[in-house]
């Protein structure tokens, strides 16, 4: 007796680990269908398990009658016919296989959504998401192509064996001298061989169809391949996109600096050109002073050249006056040249004409030409301070301009930055790179799965 039989398998599946609450965990057609295969599946184990022992028990028959063939060491009461029935129930539950295609929407390969990049992200992710769940589809359909595997390596190996026990039973046959025992077992050997034969076109069944699933697997697989290679190149659309704005940031940001910078030196000059009006104003505020004070002495200088002149004048009139009636001061009555009173003419007339004459040749001239100086000097200051207000005045309107001038470059400056870091929030570069590395590690574990037997 080959070993086969002594080594054959007896194996018993409870349906409950098929059919249970784990049935309700996968939500795809396919995983379901697989579920359902292996509910079936395990029914046919069980009903092979029977199989098997009708075959040891066959064997123990044979055992009896021979004692060179090996004992079953389970032997049962199952006939041939029910048997017979059993396998048929096994070839009406394989039939009943059915494995659901895929029907899980695939992602498109469109062009990108590219009003944004948060807009971009978001239809990359919900490709790659429908691309997984294609993925997860195949890989749910690998516990039914397992089963049916096993089912189908199961019924080849019962099939051997049912055929090995009919060659054992047409053995013993011929060493019956008995017609009817001998019958009995040539009868139960044709019943084993037809039971062989059942069993391999069982097998036939069961591996037609995993052999469609297998062919559905690879073709889904391959398009899955397409899908990926695709998806791939869109992600690498979407990082050539973040590093084109990415370097155009950085030139902004270039720009932007040196603006900045420019803007600075700007306002240092305009800070030294208010420093310089400054200056300039408080030099005026000097110049004003001085001026109102020289202003002063002018008016005075003019007053002392008038009051001189006012005195000279009064004493000239007095000595005159006294002159035209000095009969009325000499004591004698008499006539300016007849009065004899010298020091009285020395007092009233000669004295006031000494005094008036050296005013008018000494003093006056003396306060006139000092007059005279001031005035020079007060014009040439008043001019000079004129200048320096002209120069105030424009030099106080080019730092407006120049002010004004700042803060219009400003505000574009200003509103420039704003805008730059509106576009790096917009872009958010680091963090839509990561996504899309996880995308691809997503994508690339998911698939993988679907090639794992």
Request: net charge negative; hydrophobic share 40%.
């Amino acid at each position: 007796m080959p070993s086969v039989l002594a080594a054959a398998p007896r194996i018993s599946v409870p349906l409950s680990f098929f059919v249970g609450p784990f049935a309700l965990v996968s939500q795809s057609a396919p995983a379901r269908a697989s579920l359902q295969a292996v509910a079936v599946i395990a029914e046919i184990y069980i009903t092979l398990d029977q199989v098997t022992t009708w075959g040891f028990d066959t064997l123990d028959f044979a055992h009896r009658i021979d004692p060179k063939v090996p004992s079953a060491p389970f032997p049962t009461s199952l006939s041939a016919l029910v048997i017979g029935r059993k396998i048929g129930q096994v070839r009406a539950m394989a039939e009943t296989i059915q494995f659901a295609t895929f029907a899980a929407p695939l992602p498109t390969l469109d062009s990108l959504e590219m009003s944004s990049f948060d807009a971009t992200r978001n239809d990359l992710t919900s490709r790659v998401m429908l691309f997984t769940d294609a993925c997860m589809e195949v890989t749910d359909s690998f516990e039914g192509r397992t089963e049916a595997r096993n089912l189908a390596r199961r019924l080849t190996k019962q099939h051997e064996m049912t055929q090995k026990i009919g060659d054992i039973l047409f053995d013993a046959m011929g060493k019956f001298p008995f017609l009817e025992a001998a019958e009995a077992l040539g009868l139960n050997g044709l019943e084993a061989y037809e039971n062989s034969r059942k069993l391999s076109e069982i097998e036939g069944i069961v591996s037609a169809k995993t052999d469609k699933l297998e062919t559905a697997i690879a073709q889904r697989r391959t398009l899955l391949q397409g899908l990926q290679t695709g998806l791939l190149a869109l992600l690498d659309q979407e990082l050539n996109r973040l590093a084109d704005k990415a370097h155009e940031l950085e030139k902004k940001k270039a720009e932007l600096d040196t603006r900045s910078h420019e803007l600075d030196q700007d306002q240092t000059q305009i800070s030294n050109e208010q420093a310089l009006l400054q200056a300039l104003r408080m030099d005026i505020q000097d110049l004003r002073d001085a001026l109102d004070s020289l202003r002063d002495e002018v008016r005075q200088a003019n007053s002392q050249v008038a009051s001189l002149r006012s005195e000279a004048a009064q004493l000239t009139t007095s000595a005159n006056n006294a002159r035209a009636n000095w009969a009325a001061i000499c004591p004698n009555g008499n006539s300016f040249d007849a009065c004899g009173h010298v020091d009285l003419k020395r007092l009233r007339y000669f004295g006031p004409l000494d005094r008036s004459n050296n005013i008018t040749s000494t003093r006056l001239p003396q306060a006139q030409t000092r007059a005279s100086q001031l005035q020079a000097t007060e014009r040439s200051n008043t001019s000079f301070y004129n200048q320096k207000l002209e120069q105030e005045r424009s030099l106080a309107a080019r730092v407006d301009e120049h002010v004004n001038r700042h803060a219009d470059v400003r505000t574009v400056l200003l509103a420039d930055i704003k805008q730059y870091w509106r576009e790096a929030y917009e872009s958010r570069a680091d963090l839509h790179r990561q996504e899309n590395a996880a995308d691809r590690e997503r994508m690339r574990r998911s698939f993988q799965r679907t090639g794992n037997a």
